[in-house]
């Protein structure tokens, strides 16, 4: 099945860019394949070691290495809502291994912090290196070499990423992604959203404020909004990493247990193990190649996806030696229709996006349209992504690791939420990159009404997100501005998101003034209302444009035109700024991620610390 020539052009580009890169990745990963199972060729100390708290059965199959080991990593903790449903999973997971002629085994845990704790706080500085340490971590627990498959617990911000990248470079191993799924819906978005703008107002106190919260976030499960987890959610399914229809089956229920003993049983069907048994030896490596990296981005346009995902994708496209860049972002947004309105995109949650059709619905759309690459290999099997348009339901009649399929609706069943490419949200995705002299970054404007877009107004130059939020207290931002936040970068002090600044920004556009924000920081997958340019490289503290940027100067944010400029002025004629003084690196451990401050690639490569894969010169 084709894909429209725009698009394979693209992929084609992608290609031929990552030439040498891809085939040393996938050198390495064959010269890692071996006949299994891989414990084989440990010591008897070494495989005595592996099996001694194992139960009798485990530790016998494990010792005789007839069996398949299926290998867990996960980020389970009790804090996270989305990963509190992580605790069962394990037991869940080793009794569908017994069942089905293997034994699993807990490899690691990885940590797991939740921006939504750490949002306009200091300890966000740590979120976008956790990723890295996450993919650190399960390096370390797949380093024992004892396992055939591997099963990842992971659904939030920078965890899936973080395992993603660590598959990759296990990338000879088959990796499945299990997901718990989203809390029930609560309270509605926009009301979240205006009780917040009130509170910033001064209109309502910390009382009334957190009830809403509370009423907002108040379950088991990820959070119902269309932010950077549940967009990991839909990339690990259009990317073929984990069962079709997975993605937002609620936590607790029977449908979820059964969809995670069946991921247990296809893990077990796809290891080396399998071969000639009926099974299909599926390595990570031939699951995400260039083709799969282009279906994340159509999925991450079509979709309304969260901008994290600019610097993750192009992470983790590089972990299996795939070059992208924010070219190739710009030219699928321009191909690729909005078709999804979730918030902050729109007034539904994710719940409803899964009722009205979900996922089934959106991939047969976009391959019935070619926007996708149907022919590529997943952790499914069958006939590549067409199986994704279909979804699972609980076989109530036979054992409870196994989920039968039907097919998906080919008609939305709420078009407020879901609609067609032929009648799209928007023409586009809704993703602008922009350039000029003050950088390169990305806007989100599928979520900023057209006619709040261009924004030109005087700059107000700041370094902390807190100086703005004085500013709006004491009564200062009652005109036009945009707020120039920089010493935000990666290098600078790890990019954290300034989501805390979203309710004064979106109340001031409310009372007609022109505003807007531009960073070199991030906005998270909530950026909302308002227009703000982030991401921009290169970075105030490295000496870029944004440095040299002084309060009052004429700052034009123009995402039609991919344009983000300061006039008037030679900043080159002007000396750089230097950083402000960190007086936050001792009280929360930030002297300890100082050496990966060093070395931290611009958001455009994915600002990553993991260090570049060996490519023969």
Partial sequence: MSVKAELQAVTDRIIERSAKTRAAYMAACQANMRPGPR????????????????????????????????????????????????????????????RNGATAQVAGGVPAMCDGVTQGQDGMELSLFSRDIIARGTAIALSHDCFDAVIHLGVCDKIV????????????????????????????????ARIRQLFAAGEIGREELLKAEAASYHAPGT??????????????????????????????????????????????????????????????????????????????????GSTNLTIHLSAIARSAGIIINWDDYADISHIVPLICRIYPNGVSDVNHFHAAGGMSYLIGELISSNLLHADVKTIAGGEGLVEYTREPIR??????????????PTVSLDKEVLTSVDEPFRTDGGLAVLSGNLGRGVMKVSAVKQENWFVEAPAIVIDDQNDLIAMHKAGELERDFVAVLRFQGPRANGMPELHKLTPVLGLQQDKGFRVALVTDGRMSGASGKVPAAIHLHPEALLGGPLSRVETGDIVRVDPSNGSVVVLGVDLDSR????????????????NMFAPQRAIATDAESGASTLGELDVPK
Avoid at 395 to 408: C, F, I, P, Q, S
């Fill in 39 to 98: 414990r084989r060729r440990l010591s008897e100390g070494n495989l005595a070691h592996a099996a001694a708290a194992c139960p009798v059965l485990e530790k016998t199959e494990i010792l005789g290495a007839s069996w398949p080991n299926i290998g867990i990593v996960t980020a389970y903790n009790d804090m996270l809502s989305a990963h509190q449903p992580f605790d069962r999973f394990p037991e869940i997971i080793k009794h569908a291994a017994r």
């Fill in 161 to 192: 990423p973080g395992l993603l990248i660590a598959a990759l470079r296990y990338g000879y191993l088959p990796h499945i992604f299990a997901p718990a799924g989203p809390m029930p819906s609560g309270i509605p978005n926009p009301e979240k």
């Fill in 223 to 304: 959070c119902t909004f269309y932010g950077t987890a549940n967009t990991n959610q839909m990339l690990m399914e259009i990317m073929g990493m984990q069962l079709p229809g997975s993605s937002f089956i609620h936590p607790n229920t029977p449908l979820r247990d059964a969809m995670t003993a069946q991921t247990t049983r296809r893990a077990v069907q796809i290891t080396n193990m399998s071969v000639g048994q009926g099974g299909d030896f599926t390595p990570a490596c031939e699951v995400i190649d260039e083709r799969a990296i282009v279906n994340g981005l159509v999925g991450l346009m079509a979709t309304g």
């Fill in 395 to 408: 076989n109530k009649h036979a054992e409870a690791d196994t989920v039968l399929y039907r097919a998906g």
């Fill in 575 to 590: 000396t750089p700024a230097l950083g402000p003084v960190r007086t936050n690196l001792s009280t929360l451990g930030m």
